[in-house]
């Protein structure tokens, strides 16, 4: 077992508020993202998502089948 998958072994034997501690204090670790998108980029992107759906070149999933494959992309 590498060093990594015992500390996550550990980790998930605490307490929730533990984890969300542990979580926070990882997450405030991090470097902060340097290709964080601007508003304007935010938009052209939803709306270039929503022209596909509405051209038919894409179908939404649906919220039941968005999470499912969220769970079977993390048991991965």
Request: glycine content about 2%.
């Amino acid at each position: 077992m590498t060093a990594v998958e015992e500390i996550q072994k550990q980790a998930l034997a605490l307490g929730l508020k533990e984890r969300v501690q542990l979580v926070e204090s990882l997450l405030i670790s991090l470097p902060p993202m340097t290709d964080e998108w601007s508003e304007a980029e935010e938009l052209a992107e939803a709306e270039r998502r929503e022209s596909e759906i509405n051209a038919g070149q894409v179908q939404p999933l649906q919220d039941r089948e968005f999470w499912q494959r969220i769970e079977a992309r993390r048991r991965k």
